[in-house]
């Protein structure tokens, strides 16, 4: 082993020395103490290291972000599932629209950490590496319903209630995989899209909405049902989500567009109709009050 090799190893060396017992790095560390500039450049290296992770650990971090980043891992890989069958898509479906309990994650990462300080012996590092990897492909099938390419409608899936819907759209929107096919501001050339998509579009829009300026489009699949979704930018309400979907895939009866059924769940605020063939669900990150205020 010569010294670049050795520098190339030690970069991976932990400051506070927990690797000092690692095989990996058994060989670099006696060529570190036999050759003084080896040796000066690791001291100088493992102080530098000491000063960032001491930077790093004042910083107060979101406590989403590890499930942000492995999710978008999973994104740019592109690493998702694909329902083959009918059956597959219901349950892929099924899944992504459990909530888990809110204490889930931080009971899991507690069992991790006790798990890893139980252990002697640390991994070499290509094992760790590839711990955050595996994690990232199973986050891939909660976030299926994000997906542009989602499978086609199951025609001999049931209909879905309104609340269905409503809280597969919230779950989507929340994902990190979230995103719009289109965006424009124009929303007859974000009607026109969908439409040449053979997708549910809107023959008329609730009248606060028609002079409105629109942010975007996109398919949005939910429990193997393809609807449409369209997202604008009103000035009092905020971002408003208006969701599509054909009569026929949702359940229950709906009153009409003049007279929407409203309803608020916790900061999000909903108001569903029916309109000739299709059924609307109009969401909002809002207070209801303002919401029914474009009707």
């Known amino acids: 082993m010569d010294k670049e090799q050795a520098r190339f190893i030690l970069r991976s060396f932990r400051p506070d020395g927990a690797d000092v017992n690692d095989h990996d790095f058994t060989d670099a560390l006696a060529l570190a103490t036999e050759n003084r500039e080896l040796g000066e450049w690791l001291a100088q290296e493992r102080a530098l290291d000491a000063t960032f992770a001491s930077?790093?650990?004042?910083?107060?971090?979101?406590?989403?972000?590890?499930?942000?980043?492995?999710?978008?891992?999973?994104?740019?890989?592109?690493?998702?599932?694909?329902?083959?069958?009918?059956?597959?898509?219901?349950?892929?479906?099924?899944?992504?629209?459990?909530?888990?309990?809110?204490?889930?994650?931080?009971?899991?990462?507690?069992?991790?950490?006790?798990?890893?300080?139980?252990?002697?012996?640390?991994k070499p590092?290509?094992?760790?590496?590839?711990?955050?990897?595996?994690?990232?492909?199973?986050?891939a099938l909660a976030f299926l319903i994000t997906?542009?390419?989602?499978?086609?409608?199951?025609?001999?899936?049931?209909?879905?209630?309104?609340?269905?819907?409503?809280?597969?759209?919230?779950?989507?929107?929340?994902?990190?995989?979230?995103?719009?096919?289109?965006?424009?501001?124009?929303?007859?050339?974000?009607?026109?899209i969908l439409k040449s998509r053979s997708l549910p579009c809107p023959c008329d829009l609730p009248p606060g909405l028609e002079n409105v300026k629109g942010i975007g489009c996109r398919e949005l699949v939910i429990d193997g049902k393809r609807g449409s979704l369209i997202c604008f930018d009103e000035r009092e309400a905020g971002v408003v989500h208006l969701v599509i979907f054909r009569r026929e895939d949702v359940s229950g009866p709906l009153p009409q567009r003049d007279h929407p059924s409203l309803n608020q769940q916790g900061h999000w605020a909903a108001a569903s109709w029916e309109h000739h063939d299709n059924v609307f669900v109009l969401i909002g990150n809002t207070e209801v009050s303002k919401l029914a205020a474009l009707f």
């Open 147 to 192: 997906r542009k390419d989602a499978p086609p409608a199951l025609t001999n899936a049931a209909p879905l209630p309104v609340n269905v819907v409503q809280a597969g759209f919230i779950h989507a929107y929340e994902s990190p995989l979230f995103s719009l096919d289109e965006k424009r501001e124009d929303h007859q050339t974000l009607i026109s």
């Open 55 to 122: 930077a790093l650990s004042s910083v107060e971090l979101p406590e989403t972000l590890r499930s942000d980043i492995l999710g978008c891992l999973a994104g740019e890989r592109g690493d998702f599932p694909q329902a083959q069958e009918g059956t597959d898509a219901a349950i892929v479906g099924a899944l992504a629209s459990i909530q888990p309990p809110p204490a889930l994650r931080r009971e899991i990462l507690a069992a991790m950490d006790r798990s890893s300080g139980s252990s002697r012996v640390a």
């Open 125 to 139: 590092f290509w094992k760790r590496l590839t711990m955050p990897l595996a994690a990232a492909a199973g986050i």
